[in-house]
């Protein structure tokens, strides 16, 4: 069985791929990252996205194979219930979070955009989440809660 | 008096985080796709190639060659009950024209077979070697060529039927029809010193919630049937399962997880009976979830409109007429086919005084996509004919249409015939308007966007700037017949389990029914523990549509913690040994004349020292009427005159919906519905070739809003008190969704001086008619 060596959410794993073509979304799911969401596996809509050193991919197009010996972020490895981080809170405390859906994604897409620019415009926000549809928000909160979650960085620095 | 009553809330009309919050925004395990069950096989469905055709044969056997292959379900193997796949209450007002599989296929994309494999891939792969022996019929896709004689009979099936006495002509393709008379329309027109007369088409739509359909079957240890499933409609997918299968609604189970928006897509029964059907065959847990571009073609639409609009007006602005026909196109099954055209009049209609109202509707089966509930629920399509049309009249009688819509909308006291004339697939319920703040409304939305200095400016050059508005109302729930309850228990520690079928498609109806029952219990929130939506363990409920789980739901909770709190109030009595009517709660404290006691401490006493027993106690409730939820909705658009290219600038939408329970989720719910609004007027559209085939199943090319298009949206909550709603709150949800058609439709007119009648309003549209006019 092909095996593949990645660090997801910081834990250094050695995991079972299914063949040598399995997305990186199918294989994070099938090992239980069930955060990471399935929504139309052609790109387009932002559900699947997980961070690769660092950098946000959608899932649905990203081979696994790829991963071996890379730096995988899930929404897992953000925080959970009880112990939060402040992204994930600051989604909360606007109502950014409908359905939820979406929600993982965005998180993860805030969170390469602030970890590379943790004072972003309004205009860079707009950019950065480009890729992850909500249908349920109409966007204003979770651009709202971007900017709390920027402030709150701010704060804790 | 409404400010006073506002103020003494505690937990509602408070921003509370969601009750599922924690657990969604860190991606627990929440939706149908995050459980995994042992041995689980994998759907999928072979769709049909062609717009019509009956199978002349089907052959499964090379596809039950494959390895992995479990079954092959085609129409010989389901039984051959009709049902509707619509999830409203029984006796459905849709026809019954649907079959888990049928010996005709009669759109693109319509099911002809199913597989079970122990993989996907499996069981695509085996979709291409069932062999099928169409015979190829005349398809009709234009709803006014399907209405006439000698037009292709899409159900010319003997067992479609309606479980009403309605009228249904399957013969002719009429899938429904209403009428409706009040006053003397010709002698309206006649009185009417303007007459406009207009006709506006409005376009297929799709939900494009990110979660697409999905359904998980299983069977317990005890054999009873299992449904995981992604629906608005729990208790309404049990009971239709139950009649499309032939099986005990006893023995059918419904739960409904966290799900990944809905919008009307999962008001339907899609999917749930062929899954059932394929694990009752193969005695094993199946799922079924259909792709992004199954959800486009083999899911449901919104209805699209051709709409005929006449009305009367006198020079003071008085309303004599207002005559609306519509032709609606169901697509090829009847889902909602009578109930949404029924709205189109009944959501729109009484939002302006006029004696003489004349409506008319005819719902047509095509050979297209199928439509079903969509947030808006046929008042979107009407109020882009009607909004439009106000605005093209006040231009006539030469009234600012701001002014005009508080001299001619509806009040608090007053009330419409046309909510006594029309109800939901029957005639509707009398009642008159409890509170309205459209007024309010009008006055800061106008404010907000800068309204007559923008309305009067001058427009010049490449782009130019307009702005439009529209009022409208929406109802909250269906009177007479939705219902919904609630049960609350108390454990020990003083905490409550509030148990209700009301169903959290996103919306936070879990978090606001918590928030009324603390408010009711006099405890925080955080007290309270929801599970909802299981029809095994919750009382029922009609479940998420009609705008309905505040208004009647939340009742439904608040009736049901008075009873508590009663019972609580009455050990309490016994504890302190005074009688209850001298206790007052704070806080969770219960205070009498000689001491108080906690909740904590009824409860332990309740549970285990003496006269022991549960403190629990349930209670439904159904509506006796509909208050509109009112708004106003004002568009900034710029138009560039080169390219057609229409971008709104700002949208404002000011709302009454009475007491906002929870102001942020509440804000949430109309700035979701004001986008999708918007998407869909500017971008969102189906595109057909010349067979009936969607050629844009994606959204690459059926494009919905990202951050990257999003104006400057702004909501403004216009707080009024609704005595009959819980707490005063009325309904959110859809109200938003009218207003971008025909405010966008407006400012584009007061930008460049052309009328659109037709959506979307797409550059090459919006520059034709730009070139038609001879604007440069």
Redesign the interface.
């Known amino acids: 069985m092909l095996k593949i060596r990645p660090i997801i959410n910081g834990e250094k794993k050695e995991l079972d791929l299914k063949d040598p073509l399995e997305t990186l979304l199918d294989f994070l799911r099938r090992h239980h990252y069930v955060g990471v969401k399935e929504g139309c596996r052609q790109g387009q809509c932002g559900a699947c996205t997980v961070l690769v050193d660092g950098r946000p991919v959608n899932s649905c197009l990203y081979l696994a194979i790829r991963t071996d010996g890379k730096e995988i972020t899930t929404i897992e490895g953000l925080g959970r219930p009880g112990n939060l981080n402040f992204i994930q809170q600051a989604f909360l405390e606007t109502g950014a979070v409908q359905c939820g859906y979406c929600t993982p994604g965005m998180v993860l897409s805030t969170r390469a955009l602030l970890d590379k620019n943790p004072r972003p415009t309004e205009e860079e926000i707009k950019i950065a989440l480009d890729g992850n549809l909500c249908r349920c928000t109409g966007y204003v909160k979770i651009i709202e809660a971007v900017k709390l979650a920027a402030q709150k960085l701010k704060n804790k620095k | 008096m409404m400010d006073e009553k506002i103020k003494k809330f505690q937990e509602v009309n408070v921003?509370k985080?969601?009750v599922?919050?924690?657990?969604?925004?860190?991606?627990?395990?929440?939706?149908v796709?995050?459980f995994?069950v042992p041995n689980m096989l994998w759907a999928k469905v072979l769709w049909s190639p062609y717009a019509h055709a009956r199978i002349k044969n089907i052959d499964p056997r090379p596809a039950l060659k494959i390895p992995g292959v479990k079954a092959v379900l085609t129409y010989k193997d389901v039984p051959r009950i009709p049902f509707t796949t619509a999830g409203q209450g029984y006796p459905e007002p849709s026809p019954y024209d649907s079959f888990i599989l049928d010996n005709k296929v009669r759109f693109v994309g319509d099911r002809v077979a199913a597989v079970v494999a122990e993989t996907e891939e499996i069981a695509e792969e085996a979709l291409k070697y069932i062999k099928v022996d169409y015979e190829i019929l005349p398809a009709v896709f234009d709803p006014r060529e399907a209405i006439k004689p000698g037009a292709p009979i899409i159900h010319d099936e003997k067992e479609a039927t309606t479980a009403l006495p309605l009228k249904y002509e399957p013969q002719r393709n009429l899938c429904a029809h209403v009428d409706m008379q009040v006053g003397d329309i010709e002698k309206g027109l006649k009185d009417a010193d303007f007459v406009l007369e207009r006709e506006y088409d409005i376009h297929y739509g799709n939900?494009?919630?990110?979660?697409?359909h999905i359904t998980t079957v299983y069977f317990d240890s005890n054999g009873r049937m299992v449904i995981v499933t992604s629906t608005q409609v729990p208790f309404h997918v049990r009971r239709i399962v139950a009649r499309a299968l032939n099986i005990a609604v006893q023995n059918i189970r419904v739960i409904k997880p966290?799900?990944?928006?809905g919008?009307g897509g999962k008001q339907e029964v899609l999917i749930e009976p062929l899954v059932a059907a394929l694990a009752w065959k193969v005695r094993q847990p199946v799922c079924l979830?259909y792709?992004?571009a199954e959800e486009f073609v083999s899911g449901r639409c919104r209805h699209p409109q051709l709409i005929k609009l006449r009305t009367g007006v006198k020079k003071d602005g008085t309303i004599t007429a207002i005559d609306m026909k519509i032709l609606m196109n169901n697509g090829a099954y009847g889902a909602h086919a009578l109930t949404i055209i029924c709205n189109s009049g009944s959501k729109v209609l009484p939002l302006v005084h006029s004696e003489n109202i004349s409506f008319w509707g005819d719902t047509v089966y095509t050979n297209l996509p199928v439509c079903g509930a969509y947030r808006g629920y046929g008042a979107t399509e009407a109020y882009f004919a009607f909004g439009v049309q106000m605005d093209e009249m006040a231009e006539k009688i030469g009234i600012d249409i701001v002014e005009w819509y508080k001299k001619i909308h509806i009040r608090e006291g007053e009330t419409s015939p046309v909510f006594a004339a029309l109800g939901e697939g029957r005639a509707g319920v009398e009642q008159k308007i409890t509170s309205c703040g459209l007024d309010k409304c009008l006055e800061l939305g106008a404010k907000e966007i800068n309204w007559s200095e923008k309305r009067n400016q001058k427009k010049t050059g490449r782009f130019r700037r307009g702005v439009g508005m529209v009022a409208l109302m929406q109802g909250s729930a269906i009177p007479e017949i939705d219902m919904g309850s609630a049960t609350i228990k108390m454990n020990e520690d003083g905490s409550f389990n509030l148990l209700i079928g009301a169903t959290d498609?996103?919306?936070?109806s879990d978090t606001i029914l918590a928030q009324i029952a603390a408010e009711t219990l006099g405890v925080p929130t955080e007290k309270i523990i929801v599970t909802s939506s299981d029809t095994d363990l919750t009382p029922f409920d009609v479940g998420a549509y009609a705008s309905s789980t505040t208004y009647l739901s939340g009742q439904a909770v608040l009736k049901t913690a008075q009873k508590v709190k009663q019972q609580i109030l009455n050990v309490a009595a016994e504890m302190l040994n005074e009688p209850a009517e001298n206790l007052t709660i704070e806080n969770g404290i219960i205070y009498g004349k000689s001491g108080k006691v906690t909740y904590q401490e009824v409860a332990l006493f309740s549970l285990y020292e003496k006269n022991q027993f549960q403190i629990v106690a349930s209670d439904s409730h159904i509506v006796h009427k509909s208050p509109p939820p009112f708004s106003a909705h004002f568009a900034e658009v710029e138009v560039d005159i080169l390219t057609g290219k229409v971008k709104v600038i700002k949208y404002v939408a000011a709302v009454d919906c009475g007491t906002a329970i929870n102001p942020?989720?509440a804000?949430?719910q109309n700035?979701?519905?004001?986008?999708?609004g918007i998407s869909y007027a500017l971008t969102e559209r189906y595109i057909f070739n010349e067979r009936g085939k969607m050629l844009n199943p994606?959204?690459?090319y059926y494009k919905?809003?990202?951050?990257?298009d999003?104006p400057e949206?702004k909501?403004i909550l216009v707080p009024t008190y609704e005595p009959t709603g819980p707490y005063g709150a009325k309904s959110i949800s859809e109200v938003g969704i009218n207003g971008p058609c025909p405010a966008i439709a407006n400012a584009i007119y007061n930008a460049i001086g052309v009328r659109l009648y037709q959506t979307p309003f797409i550059p090459d549209k919006v520059l034709e008619a730009i070139k038609k006019a001879g604007i440069k």
């Not at chain 2, 919050?21 to 939706?31: I, K, N």
């Not at chain 2, 498609?505 to 936070?508: D, E, I, K, P």
């Open positions: 921003s985080i969601k599922d919050g924690p657990a969604l925004v860190s991606g627990q395990p929440s939706f796709a995050d995994f939900h494009a919630m990110i979660e697409p966290r799900i990944g928006g919008f979830k792709s992004r498609l996103g919306t936070g942020r989720l804000e949430g700035e979701g519905a004001v986008l999708n994606n959204f690459d919905i809003f990202s951050t990257a999003l949206i909501t």
